[in-house]
């Protein structure tokens, strides 16, 4: 044999074993699995390939809070008859995220669009993490922005979110190509701890796997982080995030969609500290109310200290008010706009 033979075969099959490894981890496993701990975002853009089966519709964008604090089912049984409501919510997501997925959102037709707004949101914009940027583009999202959308559409992006929101199927497999081993510490993560339920990624209807309240030296932490954080970004924010909160709502409704905005409850030992980001964050939203239609909801005082279960989730009790709040508050199907 030659040594160019020799040669060939010694490079030939571990080359194609690298492929063959690449192309099932692309291909195969991706698709399957997600991408590691933002796997719910690619899930929810092969979700909204298709219109909402179900009309009318009403979508809920939130963070965690709106994850564990939403019961599709209960906001249903509590509503008008014909609702259909799904539980869309990305945990750590906010403003400029909600943004980002509006779009894709909106192509599925959602007769009504339920977006959970913080009085913090009003401040400092927050980037969105990499990782997560590289999911909304491989979720399909950044491929239904209108022409018109640009790097000045995301003021709180840096560069390198901006970019992974742009970048190729190549590039998000490879920044994704630890995958797995973020799936597998993810399993186990829930598997240790017994407070969590286990939820299938694309669970749009009862998402929530928090099952126990923290207990009270926890709780005080928790409390003290929130109202650090809070006063970190109202200190050092902007008009950014209430121009965001327009530009949201006049994409909702351009679509011919009902936006509704949703102030969330906040526990009671956060609203001495809030009272003045609530103000700022009502006259906002009363504005807008007067400027479009647009049904606006104040749920900050609904729920008492028993209804939370750490500084800022609630626990069974306050899902079951709070997802109620939102169903008796719907209005009947038939004062929607029809359907496009």
Do not use: C
């Amino acid at each position: 044999m030659s040594p160019a033979v020799v040669i060939f075969r010694m490079l030939s099959f571990p080359a194609l074993g690298v492929a063959l490894g690449w192309f099932l981890l692309s291909d195969a496993l991706l698709p399957t699995i997600g991408v590691g701990s933002v796997e719910r975002i690619v899930a929810l853009g092969r979700h909204l390939q298709s219109p909402f089966p179900h009309r009318p519709t009403l979508a809920l964008l939130g963070n965690s809070i709106t994850r564990e604090g939403v019961d599709a089912p209960l906001v249903e049984q509590s509503a008008p008859p014909g609702w259909q409501v799904e539980n869309l919510a990305i945990s750590g997501s906010g403003i400029t995220e909600f943004l980002i997925l509006a779009p894709k959102l909106l192509a599925a037709k959602p007769a009504a669009v339920a977006v959970g707004i913080l009085p913090e949101q009003l401040g400092r914009l927050v980037d969105v993490h990499v990782d997560k940027a590289f999911a909304y583009a491989r979720g399909g999202f950044v491929a239904a922005w209108p022409p018109s959308w640009n790097r000045s559409t995301f003021p709180g992006l840096e560069d390198k979110s901006y970019l992974a929101l742009r970048s190729t199927p190549w590039e998000q497999d490879l920044h994704f190509r630890r995958a797995p081993l973020n799936e597998l510490a993810e399993s186990l993560r829930k598997r240790m701890r017994g407070a969590l339920r286990q939820t299938p990624v694309d669970n749009w209807r009862d998402p929530y796997e928090m099952l126990v309240s923290v207990q009270p030296d926890t709780l005080d932490l928790h409390l003290q982080q929130v109202e650090q954080t809070l006063a970190s970004r109202m200190r050092d924010g902007t008009a950014a995030g209430s121009a965001e909160i327009e530009t949201l709502v006049g994409a909702i409704a351009q679509a011919d969609a009902l936006p509704i905005l949703v102030i969330l409850p906040q526990h009671p030992r956060l609203r001495p500290s809030l009272k003045p980001y609530l103000a700022e964050l009502k006259i906002l939203l009363e504005r807008l109310a007067a400027e479009r239609d647009i049904l606006v909801l104040d749920a900050a005082d609904l729920l008492s200290t028993d209804d939370f279960a750490d500084a800022v989730h609630f626990n069974a009790q306050g899902r079951e008010k709070f997802s109620q709040f939102l169903g008796q508050r719907l209005p009947s199907t038939a004062q929607l706009p029809p359907s496009p």
